[in-house]
């Protein structure tokens, strides 16, 4: 089993749609969490912390549920720009464990 | 702020060479910087935390011997893949944590992409 797992995708959704990313991790001792967005051939781009329950920013929001070792990422009225790859990532104790992404492509 | 570079950007070497790769921390000074490694289509896996003075730690299944790192200072690290393979082709990736913050967020340089002929 994967350290930290997420659905690949790729979810193709309409502009102006919601759409959500789900995220487990089987580390119980991880603490931090982050969601990263990639785009193709480049590197990764932090796009939302996680430390505590969860986090919003923007059309972004974050929630962690450390009962059931998951984390979802909301985003709200997406935009053609959001189409990229958003990769879940657990830290612990400072070593980042990579998920191996979703892809989200929005359409016009 | 937290903005970290690479060098080169792009690479093509001949199988049997060595390939420098340079990280920093262009605004910020990190006592730990990280080496991921990304095969196409896979997520980054880490290689190796590099520790300004002392030596890099290797994740299991990484040769210390042909993935040279070293951190010479707060600000510079450095990877040099030895007898280079074309397996050896991937895009490589640094990233740092900024010592002055008290999070735990790391910046990602821009890759480097390696292809060994």
């Known amino acids: 089993r994967k350290e930290v797992e997420q659905d690949p995708g790729p979810f193709n959704v309409p502009e102006g749609a919601t759409v959500a990313f789900n995220c487990t991790y089987s580390n119980s001792a991880s603490q931090s969490f982050f969601w990263y967005r990639q785009d193709c051939r480049k590197e990764p781009k932090l796009l939302m912390s996680v430390y505590s329950s969860g986090n919003e920013d923007g059309r972004f929001t974050a929630q962690l549920n450390r009962a059931s070792q998951y984390i979802s990422l909301l985003i709200r009225d997406s935009k053609l720009s959001d189409s990229a790859t958003y990769l879940c990532?657990?830290?612990?104790?400072?070593?980042?464990?990579f998920g191996q992404g979703t892809t989200l492509q929005v359409k016009p | 702020g937290a903005v970290v570079s690479q060098h080169p950007s792009r690479v093509i070497c001949k199988s049997g060479t060595s390939v420098k790769i340079e990280c920093r921390s262009l605004?910020?000074?990190?006592?730990?910087m990280f080496w991921y490694r990304q095969f196409p289509k896979q997520s980054l896996m880490l290689m190796a935390t590099s520790n300004e003075g002392s030596k890099a730690t290797y994740e299991q299944g990484v040769e210390k011997d042909k993935f040279l790192i070293n951190h010479a200072s707060l600000t510079l690290s450095t990877l040099t893949v030895t007898s280079a393979h074309p397996e050896d082709s991937s895009f490589y990736i640094c990233?740092?944590?900024?010592?002055?913050?008290?999070?735990?967020?790391?910046?990602f340089g821009p890759g480097t992409r390696l292809t060994v002929t």
């Open positions: 605004d910020f000074q990190a006592t730990t």
């Open positions: 990233s740092a944590r900024d010592l002055g913050t008290f999070v735990y967020e790391q910046y």
């Open positions: 990532v657990a830290d612990q104790t400072g070593k980042l464990i």
